[in-house]
Structures are given as structure tokens and as C-alpha cells.
């Protein structure tokens, strides 16, 4: 290693411990070595490579995809081009850039500082230090947050106990001391000649500010346009204005009063009664102060479900032939968003979404906070019913002010309300229409309609009626094959739960799940289905047939009971069957709560010989630590891929996970493969087995065992 090198690396340590890489970028030869740097060690051969890569400008672009937050990506990229940095650090001996990563699931603030060296005859080189400041930067905004609260708490000491301020606008200076001179024994007072002035003054002490006094006629900016600005302005339009004016005829009072003044005073002033006005209105500010801290959301600023219920019933009293629309919006994957990226990520994402709702409230309209990523608004429509591609322009372009990418929000809407019902019954309409499109790809908007009060009463008769379908085997077990991608060949199926109804017939997993999954009857249904998939193995055998492994559906409840493994083990030991026939499989969101503890069961499982699949990857927040860090051997991509898979984009990042999968000795089943297009596409992609209806559609035992025979043998 040279003398420069090493000289480098040492003043690079020097200024910060916590450097994590260092970069040396030859720009002659514009190619590159990157270094993970580890404890005090200064050799560079001793050293592990962060990467094989060497040209910069390709490594540094793979940086920034693979890492760095999409937000931060583009000027990341701007900002480290190598001509731009030639010309920056000839004018200046270093330059330095923050920007935020996602390590492991979580949010990091990482800074990195370059800086050229020409000591090497010849030879330039740019070295470039990268270090993880998440902790420095929390310990600084800290700071600063304590140092302005003491600031904060030294002005309040320094006033006189229960004195407000007030601010008088007036440009004559004689009527200006005559209001200070009633005032000041009373009031803190703050002073300005004309409009202009007075908003400095507001933008440096608005929260101070309890009343203005405002003189209507100055030159420059007068009274009129003051108000207007003041009241346009959401941090000042709270604060109340008494004009003071000669001209107090009742037009001019009236006129004042619609540009939003709370008040109106005549001169030449009564002390008295002017002194008055200015308690009373303090008094209604601070009583409306505090109902506002009552009904108004602490995260988002808005209201409160209750305080929704109370001004939405306000607003269907005062309008009570119009027809109005209830939408509820819930953020699809929210717990994924707060347990991958961070609780401060998931407040970014709520109060911005908040603040789009925010920007679209009129007097028509009321919103508010319904709870944890629900949304809640009343709408009075202009017209017979709401106006869809309207709302999908809102919705579009709030998803585009996210602070990540990806947001899917769902809506569910109850129009053409009915005046007779309360407000929590129409809200609950609007949910009813919101579960019709939770986790429907590509459907945003559920519309309330009278079947789904049908349909309610059907979810609590199937709550109802699930004990005895469990004691009185009206549960079928469906079989879904999965086949070689290239071969054909069957390798394996899907066991998928179907439930005859006596009263409503045949049902579709659909139907049932959810409400399985709200009640926790789940781990009762997942289990009937592994003790029926071992029995059904073992007859098979029994009969000469040659099977494949089954795998079969296992919920995040269900990890929660200590004996899972052992209720498995008794089924394939009262079966006489190895354990390589049956495999659990698992979603990706079954990891989102104490994932150590439901990796380590999966691990047990996999140690006893049953392998593991992850289904639905590629869904919501995948993440690549999931096929890293936990026990599994086959993924499953989801249909979605299938549905765009003409889509280049989502074609090559389907492309990619298989490539992954593959790097990572992992099984590949690609489902929702219909068509022998998509065959033909995903067979070339490299995966390995296939899953859809372009072999078969989920069937019966009795036609799997017919199925068993005809591809097996």
C-alpha cells in the first residue's frame, strides 16, 4: 500500500472512527477499490473488498439502488458524478453529502466526504469515506430541541404571570401610544406602522400574538390587504383582529367583518369598552384553544374520530336535502411500513397523506384522523354521486408526495348517505365497502351497496357456524399442482381449504378466511388441514401411488402456540410419513411480529426435515433480508407478476428474483402461470416450477388422486 494511501486512511480515521468504507478511485483509470473498514486496522490487504466492481460510476449507481432511500436517490446520483466532483473539489479541499439508507430492514443516516489527492505524481486519486451519523444526528436534533425548549422556558419566566401580547397596526403615531398607553399596564405589547411591518412581526411572534388591533386605512399595504394575507395564512388565520377604524358606518363594519375580522371598534376609542372586547375575545380564543386540543389528532393535526362525528353530524343537520359521501382510506401494509422502516417512517407517511386530506377540506367537507392509517372525510357532492375519476386524481397525486415509494391506499365509500342514521352507522358502511377491495390488486374504490349489509350478516353466521363445520367434516381439502418449469414434470401441490356450507353451499376460501383469521379459528382450520394432507398421503402410499410433497398453509397465530411442531410431528408419525413430503408454507407478513421466534419454529421444522416455502414474495414490502436471514428453501413469486408480466418493469425485477433465488440455492415456484406465453416467459427467466391453471385448477382429493396416478406412474 503507498505512503498517500495510507496517509489518507489514517487522517480519515482521525476525523471519524465510525467510517464503515473507504473508497480509492484512481481518475485517470476512473476505476475503483472499495474497502470495508473494520476496527483499527490500517492495512489495506487485510481488508475485505465491499465489492468486485470497479468502475465508479457503475458502483456507485448500484449503491444508490441497492441502499440509498428513493427520495434521496436522484440527487445522490447528480451530486456524485465524477466530472461534477472534479470541478467541486478543485475549488475546495473536500465535499460532503447526507443521505438515508435502509440497512436490515431499518432507516440509516449516513454521510459521505470526498476528497481528491494530486501527492501522487501522475496519478490522481479521490478517496471517498463513507460512515453511518444516525446516532450523531439524532443526538444533535436533540440538542437542539432541549436547547430551544430552555430558551423557550427562560422567555416565559421573564414575563409577568398571566400577561398576554398584542400586537397594534396603526400608522399614526398619536393613536398608536393612545392604545399602548390603555394597554400596556394590562398587555404585553408589540408595534407596527403599516401591513408590511406587521406581518415581519407576525412571522417573528405569532405564537405569542392573542389579539390584533388593526387600523383599516395606512399607506403601503393598509388594513384590508393585511387581513387578507393574515387570514390565508394557516398559522396566523387563528389569531383574532379588532379593526379600529373612524369610518364606522354599518357597511364598512359589515365588510370587515366577511374578510374575517372577530371584531370591530370605532374611534376615538372607549377605554372601556375596547378593553372589554379584547378579554372577551381572548377568552373565546383560549376556550376554542382548548376544544381544539380535545378533537384534534397530536400526529396529524386532524380530527379525532368523535370530533368527526360531531362536526360531520353538523354539517348533514345544516343540509339535510343534499346528498353527501362517507370515504374511509386505509394504507395497505402499514404495519410493514412501521416494523421494516421505522415508526418515524411511518409517521412521515401518515402526516403526509394527513396533509393532502388537509389542503382538500372546505366548509362542504369534513376529515379526520378514523384510527392507526384510516382516514376518514364526509363530502357534499355537487352533483347525484361522487365523482370516481376525481377522487383517483387526489389519490394519484398523493401517493406522489409519499416519502417512499409504492404506497398503495384503499377506499371505501358510502354514497348518497342516509340522513336517519348515525354517524358511526354511516361510517361503518363505508368500512364494509373498504374490506371488498383490501388486498385486491389494482382495485382502489369499494362502493357501498345494500348486499354488503347481506354480506355482513353472512360473515357472523359463518362466525357462527365454523365450530360445528369443524366437528362435522364439512371442510374439503383442494389440490393445487405445482409443475417443472421446463419438463412438465409434476414436482410437488398446494393444499388449499374449501368449505361445504349446509346452508350457503360451496365456498371459497375467500369467503371464510378473513373471518377465520379475525377470530382466530385459523390455527384450528391450518391444522385440519395438515392432519387431513397426512392422512390423504399415507392412503395414497397404501395404494401403490407414487406421491409428491404437499405444502400446507400455516398463519402467524398459529406460531404463537407452543406444541406447533409437536401437533406436526404426531401427524406424520401417526401416518408412518417422512417428513420430506410435507412442507410448511408461510407469508412474508407471518414474520412482521417476533420474528425470532417464529424463524427459530421454522428452523425446528426444517431440522426435523420439512422444508419451508415463503409465499407471496414480491408483495407489499419484500425484503431481500427475508430470503437471507430465515430458514427457508422454496419461494413462491407471486400471481401478481403473471398479471404484468408484460409490463418490462415488473418483468425485470421478476427476472431478478429468480436470479437472487438462484444465487441463494433457492427452490423457485412461480405462480398464477395461465397461458403458455407465460410459461414460455418464466421458463426462460430460469424458475423452476410453475403453478397456475395452464396445468390445473385446485381439485379435489378424489380427482388429485386420479391426477397422481396419470403424471406419476
Same mark, same amino acid.
Given at each position: ?28 483509470? @476512473? ?38 432511500? *428513493? ?101 399614526? @403615531?398619536?393613536?398608536? +401610544? ?81 374578510? =374575517?375580522? *372577530?371584531?370591530?371598534? *370605532? ?10 372586547? %379584547?378579554?372577551?375575545? %381572548? ?34 343537520? +345544516? ?280 424463524? =427459530? ?43 404484468? %408480466? ?27 402461470? @395461465? ?30 388422486? +386420479? ?7
Amino acid at each position: 500500500m503507498s505512503n498517500e494511501i495510507q496517509r489518507i486512511f489514517s487522517i480519515l480515521k482521525t476525523v471519524a472512527e465510525d467510517y464503515i468504507v473507504l473508497i480509492d478511485v484512481n481518475l485517470v483509470t @476512473e476505476k475503483e477499490v472499495q474497502y470495508q473498514i473494520q476496527g483499527d486496522d490500517l492495512d489495506y490487504s487485510k481488508l475485505p473488498k465491499w465489492t468486485e466492481a470497479d468502475d465508479y460510476q457503475v458502483c456507485i449507481s448500484d449503491y444508490a439502488n441497492m441502499f440509498i432511500m *428513493s427520495e434521496d436517490r436522484a440527487r445522490f446520483m447528480e451530486a456524485t458524478k465524477l466530472n461534477r466532483l472534479k470541478v467541486v473539489l478543485a475549488s475546495q479541499r473536500e465535499f460532503v453529502i447526507d443521505y438515508d439508507v435502509v440497512l436490515e430492514g431499518k432507516r440509516h443516516h449516513f454521510e459521505g466526504r470526498f476528497t481528491i489527492s494530486n501527492e501522487i505524481p501522475d496519478e490522481p486519486h479521490m478517496f471517498i469515506g463513507i460512515r453511518d451519523v444516525t446516532e450523531t444526528v439524532k443526538y444533535e436534533a436533540r440538542s437542539r430541541e432541549i436547547a430551544e425548549y430552555e430558551n423557550y422556558k427562560q422567555e416565559l419566566m421573564a414575563r409577568p404571570a398571566g400577561r398576554k401580547t398584542l400586537l397594534v397596526v396603526e400608522d399614526d @403615531e398619536i393613536s398608536r +401610544q393612545m392604545l399602548v398607553g390603555l394597554l400596556e399596564d394590562e398587555y404585553d405589547i408589540l408595534q407596527a406602522e403599516d401591513g408590511e411591518s406587521a406581518l415581519d412581526v407576525l412571522t417573528r411572534s405569532y405564537q405569542d400574538i392573542s389579539v390584533i388591533l388593526l387600523d383599516m386605512i395606512m399607506p403601503g399595504m393598509n388594513g384590508r390587504d393585511f387581513l387578507a394575507r393574515m387570514k390565508a395564512d394557516k398559522l396566523y388565520r387563528s389569531i383574532p383582529v379588532i379593526v379600529t377604524t373612524s369610518n364606522n358606518t354599518p357597511d364598512e363594519e359589515a365588510r370587515c367583518l366577511e374578510m =374575517g375580522a *372577530s371584531d370591530f371598534v *370605532s374611534k376615538p376609542y372607549n377605554p372601556k369598552v375596547i378593553i372589554s372586547r %379584547i378579554r372577551n375575545l %381572548i377568552k373565546l380564543r383560549e376556550s376554542a384553544a382548548m376544544l381544539a386540543a380535545v378533537e384534534t389528532d397530536e400526529l396529524t393535526g386532524l380530527l379525532t374520530r368523535q370530533a368527526f362525528y360531531r362536526h360531520a353530524e353538523q354539517l348533514l343537520w +345544516q343540509y339535510p336535502d343534499d346528498n353527501f359521501c362517507i370515504m374511509i382510506s386505509d394504507i395497505e401494509g402499514f404495519k410493514q411500513i412501521n416494523d421494516r422502516f421505522g415508526r418515524r417512517m411511518g409517521d412521515k407517511v401518515l402526516t403526509t397523506f394527513a396533509g393532502v386530506l388537509a389542503q382538500a377540506e372546505t366548509a362542504d367537507r369534513v376529515i379526520g384522523r378514523y384510527d392507526s392509517d384510516r382516514f376518514i372525510a364526509i363530502v357534499r357532492t355537487a352533483g347525484d354521486s361522487v365523482d370516481i375519476p376525481i377522487l383517483e386524481s387526489i389519490v394519484d397525486s398523493s401517493i406522489i408526495n409519499m416519502p417512499m415509494p409504492d404506497i398503495v391506499i384503499k377506499y371505501g365509500l358510502y354514497d348518497h348517505v342516509d340522513h336517519t342514521l348515525p354517524i358511526a352507522t354511516l361510517c361503518d358502511r363505508a368500512i364494509m365497502a373498504l374490506r371488498t377491495v383490501k388486498h385486491i390488486y389494482d382495485v382502489r374504490f369499494g362502493i357501498f351497496n345494500e348486499n354488503m349489509l347481506l354480506n355482513e350478516a353472512r360473515e357472523h353466521n359463518i362466525e357462527k357456524s365454523m365450530r360445528d363445520a369443524y366437528d362435522n367434516d364439512q371442510f374439503r381439502i383442494y389440490y393445487q399442482p405445482k409443475h417443472d418449469a421446463t419438463t412438465g414434470k409434476l414436482l410437488g401441490a398446494e393444499a388449499l381449504l374449501r368449505w361445504q356450507h349446509p346452508e350457503y353451499g360451496f365456498m371459497a376460501p375467500g369467503e371464510f378466511i378473513p373471518v377465520f383469521e379475525r377470530t382466530g379459528f385459523i390455527t384450528w382450520a391450518d391444522y385440519y388441514v395438515f392432519k387431513r394432507t397426512c392422512i390423504n398421503q399415507r392412503k395414497w402410499l397404501n395404494k401403490g401411488i407414487r406421491i409428491v410433497p404437499v405444502s400446507v398453509n400455516a398463519s402467524r397465530v398459529d406460531f404463537n402456540h407452543p406444541d406447533f411442531l409437536d401437533k406436526i410431528v404426531v401427524n406424520l408419525t401417526r401416518n408412518n410419513l417422512a417428513a420430506k413430503y410435507m412442507h410448511i408454507e408461510v407469508t412474508e407478513t407471518a414474520f412482521s411480529n417476533n420474528i425470532d421466534m417464529i424463524a =427459530g419454529k421454522l428452523k425446528e421444522c426444517r431440522d426435523y426435515g420439512i422444508k419451508v416455502e415463503l409465499d407471496d414474495f414480491g408483495t407489499g414490502y419484500s425484503s431481500l433480508n427475508t430470503l437471507t436471514d430465515l430458514p427457508i428453501d422454496v419461494v413462491k413469486l407471486d400471481m401478481v407478476f403473471m398479471k404484468q %408480466i408484460h409490463n418490462p418493469k415488473k418483468s425485470r425485477v421478476l427476472n431478478a428474483c429468480i436470479n437472487l433465488a438462484k444465487e441463494l440455492d433457492l427452490t423457485t415456484v412461480v405462480e398464477g402461470v @395461465e397461458t403458455e406465453d407465460q410459461l414460455y416467459i418464466v421458463k426462460n427467466f430460469g424458475a423452476d416450477m410453475v403453478q397456475g391453471y395452464y396445468y390445473s385448477k385446485p381439485i379435489p382429493e378424489e380427482e388429485f388422486e +386420479q391426477y397422481l396416478r396419470e403424471h406419476m406412474g
